[in-house]
T-cell receptor, first 113, second 117 residues
Framework: SQQGEEDPQALSIQEGENATMNCSYK?????LQWYRQNSGRGLVHLIL?????REKHSGRLRVTLDTSKKSSSLLITASRAADTASYFC?????????????FGSGTKLNVKP | DAGVIQSPRHEVTEMGQEVTLRCKPI?????LFWYRQTMMRGLELLIY????????DSGMPEDRFSAKMPNASFSTLKIQPSEPRDSAVYFC???????????????FGNGTRLTVT
């Protein structure tokens, strides 16, 4: 399976601290995306990193990609209570699978005020 | 834009009944995806369409599941007959492939929570 796997499964931190989540996947990818899901809601796209990129920033988010290790990390700096959610990585395949997005099992982040 | 709209938000039905889930993608988007989310299996891709044509339905679990997209603004996922193990949250998502790039984020609806008793 191409499915990504996040680590850790759950993370609890204090407001203001940084949160780091990791994602590993198994096969070649076109790009990797991170999504957030608030309880009872759909997933919301956060950031996309292409296979030829190594790092990308968006506001308080920093994503890295290491294709040699087939892994990615999402760093949320100066976390806020509103960041409490589940975070998923999604990989898009290559060639004929480029529109098939495979999601990992997610990291549940709890930011305590 | 209103985003991806799914209906109903909640559906409770008895085993054996037919269930129809509905989705309105974002206007102009040319890809539509149906996902199922459960605690045990996470997010599973069931089927996706491009320009209203089903491209890959390899994730559809059984013949009891069928999906249609009669036009660019509407899609349905039907389960007939429904079973308790079909209980899950079903998400519809759409995306736009622009400028020849394959890298398009998915826009999700808020899902339909299906409970089959």
């Amino acid at each position: 399976s191409q499915q990504g796997e996040e680590d850790p499964q759950a993370l609890s931190i204090q407001e203001g601290e940084n949160a780091t989540m990791n994602c590993s996947y198994k096969t070649s990818i076109n790009n990797l995306q991170w999504y957030r899901q608030n309880s009872g809601r759909g997933l919301v796209h956060l950031i996309l990193i292409r296979s030829n990129e190594r790092e990308k920033h968006s506001g308080r988010l920093r994503v890295t990609l290491d294709t040699s290790k087939k892994s990615s990390s999402l760093l949320i700096t100066a976390s806020r209570a509103a960041d409490t959610a589940s975070y998923f990585c999604a990989t898009a395949g290559t060639l004929y699978n480029f529109n098939k997005f495979y999601f990992g099992s997610g990291t549940k982040l709890n930011v305590k005020p | 834009d209103a985003g991806v709209i799914q209906s109903p938000r909640h559906e409770v039905t008895e085993m054996g009944q037919e269930v129809t889930l509905r989705c309105k993608p974002i206007s102009g988007h040319d890809y539509l995806f149906w996902y199922r989310q459960t605690m045990m299996r996470g997010l599973e891709l069931l089927i996706y369409f491009n320009n209203n044509v089903p491209i890959d339905d390899s994730g559809m679990p059984e013949d009891r599941f069928s999906a249609k997209m009669p036009n660019a603004s509407f899609s349905t996922l039907k389960i007939q007959p429904s079973e308790p193990r079909d209980s899950a949250v079903y998400f519809c998502a759409s995306s736009l492939r622009s400028g020849g790039s394959y890298n398009s984020p998915l826009h999700f609806g808020n899902g339909t929570r299906l409970t089959v008793t």
